[in-house]
């Protein structure tokens, strides 16, 4: 079973300017999640969709941040405009159903520097 | 605000020994408990959960400790091989929210020295 898939894995831009990640997430599973990881920091969610409805965006920066998942299956996160601070790996991660105690399965990420 | 906190950033342990990872948290809501480990360029993998009506779950090398009152949880590994050098994270999630958030820690590295 092919996991969660991410593009692209690298990204250097300078700031102001905009950037776009990707995730496809495992093959079935209903919900997807965003996560922040700043270095030195854990995973903090920024977003997660069920099916293509948001759950929770409590956490999302959305004067600059926007995410999407318009068909119910992969999903794309942007930053527009980027700062020096949204230098970080950002994750993605599904589950099924997206009950609580479902296992989170992550992609491997998106390293994002910001110059 | 971190609400899930790793308070030692790296461990060395040698090969055949025993790990053990620390994790506190601060907000009574949590009631389920996570560990995932990290190797570098991929993403989190789940290893072991616990939920808060237990003190103790056990899945081969790896068993989970949770000492409720003390708002405190540990993951042993043991016997500790070279490939569990990782980055461990802890993970925590207030369930009768009905959602499935997660708050993770901010990772241990374990260096298992053969």
């Known amino acids: 079973e092919a996991g969660v898939a991410q593009s692209p894995r690298y990204k250097i831009i300078e700031k102001r300017q905009s950037v776009a990640f990707w995730c496809n997430p495992i093959?079935?599973?209903?919900?997807l999640y965003w996560y922040q990881q700043i270095l030195g920091q854990g995973p903090k969610l920024l977003i997660q969709?069920?099916?293509?409805?948001?759950?929770?965006d409590s956490q999302l920066p959305k004067d600059r941040f926007s995410a999407e998942r318009l068909k119910g299956v992969d999903s794309t996160l942007k930053i527009q405009p980027a700062k020096l601070e949204d230098s970080a790996v950002y994750l993605c991660?599904?589950?099924?159903?997206?009950?609580?105690?479902?296992?989170?399965?992550f992609g491997p990420g998106t390293r994002l520097l910001v110059l | 605000d971190q609400q899930v906190k790793q308070n030692s950033p790296s461990l060395s342990v040698q090969e055949g020994r025993i790990s053990i990872l620390n994790c506190d948290y601060t907000?009574?809501?949590?009631?389920?408990f996570l560990w995932y480990k990290k190797y570098p360029a991929e993403g989190p993998t789940f290893l072991i959960s616990?939920?808060?009506?237990?003190d103790k779950n056990e899945d081969g090398r790896f068993t989970v400790f949770l000492n409720k009152s003390a708002k405190h949880l540990s993951l042993h590994i043991v016997p500790s091989q070279p490939g569990d050098s990782a980055v461990y994270f802890c993970?925590?999630?207030?369930?009768?929210?009905?959602?499935?958030?997660?708050?993770f820690g901010t990772g241990t590295r374990l260096t298992v020295i053969p």
């Open positions: 991660a599904s589950s099924f159903g997206g009950l609580a105690k479902e296992t989170q399965y």
């Open positions: 093959s079935g599973h209903a919900t």
């Open positions: 969709f069920q099916n293509n409805g948001v759950v929770d």
């Open positions: 907000n009574s809501m949590f009631d389920y």
């Open positions: 616990i939920s808060s009506i237990k």
């Open positions: 993970a925590a999630n207030p369930t009768q929210t009905g959602a499935n958030n997660l708050f």
